[in-house]
């Protein structure tokens, strides 16, 4: 039985614009003296169990999610720090939890006890492996997110960042991608470039088969690439 597509409120253009603005003002803004230093490393495995769908959602950092042929969600988690003071990163970094939970059919992995941004000097990069067949659906305040192997329903929401995807082009019912501010870019499975226009730049794209990838970021690139 396939899953059920994934449903969520259109978010408001506005709301995303102003996350992507931010973040990127955040970034101009930040200079370290110091190169990013690991400071904390959690791996850990969840069984799916009946779930049908998995959920992400991070505050800070980025992501990166594989498609696999296992049963089990299996979950990396980096947190590096960008200051001098390593022992108050790493006592900060201890406080940050791994939170998975089942719920009506959706695995939720989510992160909690996380600072804002990079504000307290910390970055994070979670790398998450789950069975392909799975829903995926995604919602970052901000960071880089890519997403290769799965052959579900796809939704990345995320306020300012690059996104990288790949999907298999006969499974895509359509591609939906926003961007607020940035490029948006769709590569279909015979080479051609579609590339997004008007404001936010738009792309709508449709095949033959029942997975929808749905897009939707305030500021960066997006970039899908049909297989």
Same mark, same amino acid.
């Given at each position: 039985?396939?899953?059920?597509?994934?449903?969520?409120?259109?978010?408001?253009?506005?709301?995303?614009?102003?996350?992507?603005?931010?973040?990127?003002?955040?970034?101009?803004?930040?200079?370290?003296?110091?190169?990013?230093?690991?400071?904390?490393?959690?791996?850990?495995?969840?069984?799916?169990?009946?779930?049908?769908?998995?959920k992400v959602r991070l505050t800070f950092g980025s992501?990166?999610?594989?498609?696999?042929?296992?049963?089990?969600?299996?979950?990396?988690?980096?947190?590096?720090?960008?200051?001098?003071?390593?022992?108050?990163?790493?006592?900060?970094?201890?406080?940050?939890?791994?939170?998975?939970?089942?719920?009506?059919?959706?695995?939720?992995?989510?992160?909690?006890?996380?600072?804002?941004?990079?504000?307290?000097?910390?970055?994070?990069?979670?790398?998450?492996?789950?069975?392909?067949?799975?829903? $995926? !659906? &995604? +919602?970052?305040? *901000? =960071? /880089?997110?890519?997403?290769?192997?799965?052959?579900?329903? $796809? !939704? &990345? +929401?995320?306020? *300012? =960042? /690059?996104?990288?995807?790949?999907?298999?082009?006969?499974?895509? !019912?359509?591609?939906?991608?926003?961007?607020?501010?940035?490029?948006?870019?769709?590569?279909?499975?015979?080479?051609?470039?579609?590339?997004?226009?008007?404001?936010?730049?738009?792309?709508?794209?449709?095949?033959?088969?029942?997975?929808?990838?749905?897009?939707?970021?305030?500021?960066?690139?997006?970039?899908?690439?049909?297989?």
């Amino acid at each position: 039985m396939s899953s059920p597509p994934l449903h969520r409120p259109p978010s408001p253009l506005l709301r995303h614009l102003g996350r992507g603005l931010l973040l990127l003002a955040l970034g101009l803004g930040f200079v370290s003296a110091t190169q990013a230093e690991e400071v904390r490393r959690v791996e850990q495995s969840y069984f799916a169990g009946d779930a049908e769908r998995v959920k992400v959602r991070l505050t800070f950092g980025s992501l990166e999610v594989i498609g696999t042929t296992d049963r089990d969600a299996q979950v990396e988690l980096i947190i590096d720090c960008r200051r001098e003071d390593l022992d108050k990163c790493r006592r900060r970094a201890e406080r940050i939890r791994l939170q998975p939970r089942i719920s009506r059919g959706t695995l939720h992995l989510n992160l909690k006890n996380t600072p804002r941004g990079q504000a307290q000097g910390l970055g994070a990069t979670m790398k998450v492996r789950i069975p392909r067949h799975l829903g $995926l !659906e &995604i +919602d970052v305040s *901000g =960071g /880089d997110v890519s997403v290769h192997g799965m052959t579900s329903h $796809l !939704e &990345i +929401d995320t306020g *300012g =960042g /690059d996104i990288e995807a790949t999907f298999p082009q006969d499974q895509v !019912e359509y591609v939906k991608i926003d961007v607020g501010f940035g490029s948006a870019d769709l590569w279909t499975k015979d080479g051609n470039r579609i590339e997004g226009s008007g404001f936010p730049k738009s792309i709508t794209w449709r095949g033959t088969g029942t997975a929808r990838v749905e897009v939707d970021l305030g500021g960066g690139e997006a970039e899908i690439r049909l297989q």
